[in-house]
């Protein structure tokens, strides 16, 4: 049983940055893939980043990638979301998710455990 606790959001400007911060609770952290979701206003929930445990590989949707890292910080049980050049199109709700497996997939019905979401609203 994993618990996810986020913390990070805000109101930014584009351009800005942020750093999601996602701290995970429960004894099988070390086991598990963590991976950030979103879901804008109108929008199915959408893959945006993960890390495996496995492989320590990371992935990331096109549409983020070059501008967001994922990270990952064992000894801390936390997960990040590094958000560099934010745009409007950013705005969302960010949702920590973890697998009960150490590999990565992108849909989001492959995903076992959620936090409570997060708040992103990038304006123009």
């Known amino acids: 049983q994993v618990q996810l606790v986020e913390s990070g959001g805000g109101l930014v400007q584009a351009g800005d940055s942020l750093r999601l911060s996602c701290a995970a609770s429960?004894?099988?952290?070390?086991?598990?893939?963590m991976g950030w979701f979103r879901q804008a206003p109108g929008k199915e929930r959408e893959f945006v980043a993960a890390?495996?445990?496995?492989?320590?590989?990371?992935y990331y949707a096109d549409s983020v990638k070059g501008r967001f890292t994922i990270s990952r910080d064992n000894a801390k049980n936390t997960v990040y979301l590094q958000m560099n050049s934010l745009k409007p199109e950013d705005t969302a709700v960010y949702y920590c998710a973890a697998r009960r497996y150490s590999t990565v997939r992108i849909t989001t019905r492959d995903w076992d455990y959620w936090g409570q979401g997060t708040q992103v609203t990038v304006s123009s």
């Open positions: 429960g004894r099988t952290f070390n086991n598990n893939a």
């Open positions: 890390i495996s445990w496995s492989s320590g590989r990371t």
